[in-house]
């Protein structure tokens, strides 16, 4: 099994390792058949699919100038387990059948792509052929995976034809027997005890790969009750972001309602996981979407920051709204001013009070109220403490958040028979195949091959935030109370959004009549905010309250405190400059490099060169790297990051500060 080449210029590394190992998915006993179902057949010949722990593996080094001349270096060339003990083949006793002798016919990326393929519904037929033209193209087969055939892909559609998700009438026996055949699929369960209800957590290798991937020196958000009216089990979702700031799904844990604070239980297991596969990942920063969440325990097992999305509530006040409130410009004024509390109570300039004097002020929408009064007002002195104690995670990263979980709702909830949804085995099974598929799917690079056979649930592309990107600032005009977005799919179309100049602000568009932050308001605010008409965001000036505490208390160690004070000058002759430059505006502005100038990202706090006013003003665009509010030198984050306590005066200082890794990828 071949994985990525590593590429340092002159060299090129690829390390393989044996295709039954390094996992180990073996079951005790006196035999390991080769296959888990090799007793019910006559002759238990063919191909294992299971891993045995084998720990042989090498590398393979190539000059990149001389790619014909390789070095093989053997880290272990015997086919043996942890232990020692030969684990297949003819010397393991303890193997029956064709004792596990031959690798598996294709690799494990094929295989998961043609089963993704299948899962999802495109045709063995369109599977072949696509295949057979990509060899051709390439001038004839020349890897193992080449050699796919027909009848391997219809023995796959056909397994999958024929599985069925309850493997037990009763529901929790089924899962456990799911559980038995999917180990390496999970990696954490604990089953119903005296004390503490079931926790499954569900993570695939490739989820792993992508955790790996895209969560080192990155960012993992959490989306925590997908489902809780619905299901019999909510599902909590981690997600990262791929390159274009969609949210891949990582991890789903699933544990009973009553017990969302059973993360202390899993956390340990997620990132012992990732650590075994790569010892030097970390994490940058974790983003909860609740207020009860375990801060203190993500802190202990990531060493990270913690960060907050608001965008759960915004999205359930905005389509209660809507939905409630007939007057557009009613709804929008209300909008508005629950968007302003929240934004004076993350400023720690509001409380309680402002959230009263709504209910006072819009006492005649009676719908709304009642709706507010009953579900949010018991938790909104919750909300109030997690946005005053955590730094608020971008409208970026919201904007991912609600994509995802609109799709997974598209993924998972489809079922004609909503009965289904009692069952928490068919939860597990539909999560590991069909709805991992279409994840899956979403980053193959050949899947506009397939693109007659795209329904609902395939994801249509970039996220909100990212459309409104494309829009050209000539499309939108921006008059006062209301903004005018040119639509481009329909001639003559125009959007009108109320309230501009935040996420608060309401559009017309269908996307946003559902309650989701639509590409409308995006640009309408980034524009607004350029110009100066609306304040910047919140966690921009979150992020500028950060910069300043730490102007204002240096840490006590010597080497730090140098360290630290000659950043601290930087930043302040930065911040000098730019208010020189910015005053007469209504906004201020703190540097941050833009994505470009990440790369020499040390240079911010070293460079003399004048850098023009304008290259400071913050770029609403930012993308993630929003949230990595500024991509400070690998030094910085080792100062920030392993003496907080030294930075103690300030815990929102210490969470945004510790934003600082640049996304390697
Ligand atoms: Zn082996
Ligand atoms: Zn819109």
């Known amino acids: 099994m071949g994985y990525k080449p590593k590429v340092d210029g002159i060299l090129e590394y690829i390390l393989y390792w044996c295709s039954f190992g390094p996992d180990d998915h073996r079951k005790g006993g006196i035999v390991r058949p080769s296959r888990n179902y090799a007793a019910k057949r006559k002759t238990p010949a063919g191909r294992p699919n299971t891993k045995r722990g084998c720990v042989c593996h090498f590398i393979v080094k190539r000059l990149i100038a001389e790619p014909n001349v390789a070095l093989v270096i053997y880290n272990q060339d015997k086919h043996v ?31 998961l792509q ?14 072949m052929q696509q295949h057979t033209e990509i060899v051709e193209k390439q001038g004839g087969p ?3 995976d080449d ?16 599985s069925t998700y309850e493997l037990d009438s009763d529901d929790d026996v089924s899962i456990a027997l799911w559980v038995d055949n999917h180990r390496d699929h999970i990696f954490f369960y604990e089953d119903f005890s005296d004390t503490e209800p079931f926790v499954l957590g569900i993570q695939t290798e490739w989820q792993l790969q992508q955790l790996i991937r895209f969560g080192n020196g990155s960012i993992v958000a959490s989306d925590s009750r997908f489902g809780t009216n619905k299901l019999k089990y909510p599902i909590y979702s981690l997600v990262v972001f791929d390159s274009n700031n969609n949210a891949i799904p990582i991890a789903w844990i699933i544990t009973p309602s009553f017990a969302s604070g059973e993360m202390h239980r899993w956390l340990g297991a997620l990132y ?8 030097t990942w970390k994490l940058g920063g974790f983003i909860v979407d609740d207020p009860s969440a375990d801060v203190l325990m993500i802190r202990e097992v990531f060493q990270c920051s913690v960060m907050i999305s608001f965008w759960r509530v915004r999205h359930a006040w905005h389509k209660n709204l809507v939905d409630r409130c007939s007057d557009a410009n009613i709804c929008a ?23 009263e004097a709504f209910m006072e002020d819009f006492v005649d929408c009676s719908d709304f109220l009642d709706y507010f009064r009953a579900v949010w007002f018991p938790r909104i002195g919750a909300w109030i403490e997690v946005l005053k104690a955590l730094p608020m995670a971008t409208s970026e990263v919201s904007v991912a958040i609600e994509c995802y979980h609109h799709l997974l709702k598209l993924r998972l909830l489809n079922e004609k028979d909503s009965d289904i949804y009692q069952r928490a085995d068919w939860l597990v099974d539909k999560l590991g195949t069909k709805v991992h598929s279409y994840y899956w799917l979403d980053e193959f690079t050949g899947r506009e091959n397939f693109a007659r056979y795209w329904k609902d649930e395939w994801r249509s592309g970039l996220t909100s935030w990212r459309r409104a990107l494309q829009i050209p600032d000539s499309d939108v005009l921006i008059d006062g109370k209301y903004a005018k977005v040119v639509s481009h799919k329909r001639e003559g179309k125009v959007h009108t959004i109320l309230n501009p100049g935040s996420e608060f602000a309401i559009c017309d568009c269908r996307w946003s009549r559902m309650g ?18 609306a304040a910047p965001s919140t966690s921009l000036f979150v992020f500028n309250q950060a910069l300043t505490s730490i102007l204002r208390h240096p840490p006590h160690d010597s080497v730090i405190r140098d ?25 201020s502005c703190i540097s941050v490099p833009s994505e470009h100038q990440a790369a020499a990202n040390s240079d911010l706090f070293a460079s003399d060169e004048p850098v023009g006013a304008d290259t400071y003003m913050i770029n609403e665009n930012q993308s993630v790297s929003e949230n990595v509010f500024v991509n400070l030198s690998s030094e910085m984050h080792s100062v920030l990051g392993e003496d907080n306590v030294s930075y103690g005066a300030s815990g929102s200082a210490h969470d945004s500060l510790l934003q600082t890794q640049v996304n390697t990828d």
């Open 516 to 533: 989701n932050l639509c590409k409308h308001v995006i640009k309408s605010t980034k524009i607004s905010r350029n110009r100066g008409l």
């Open 81 to 111: 387990d942890k232990k020692g003990l030969p684990c297949h083949g003819p010397s393991d006793k303890k193997a029956a059948g064709t004792r596990a002798m031959f690798a598996p016919y294709i690799s494990d990326e094929l295989r």
């Open 563 to 587: 360290h630290a004070i000659a950043l601290a000058v930087c930043i302040q002759t930065q911040l000098t400059g730019l208010f020189d430059h910015g005053k007469g505006r209504t906004t």
């Open 114 to 127: 043609i089963l993704s393929l299948l899962y999802v519904g495109v045709p063995v037929e369109t599977i």
């Open 142 to 144: 020349c890897n193992r």
């Open 147 to 162: 050699l796919l055939t027909h009848r391997y892909v219809r023995r796959l559609e056909r397994k999958i034809r024929r």
């Open 272 to 279: 012992d996981r990732v650590h075994t596969k790569d010892p």
């Open 333 to 355: 004024e209300m909008s508005r001013r629950l968007g302003e509390a929240v934004s004076h109570v993350c400023r720690g300039t509001g409380d309680l009070e402002l959230f």
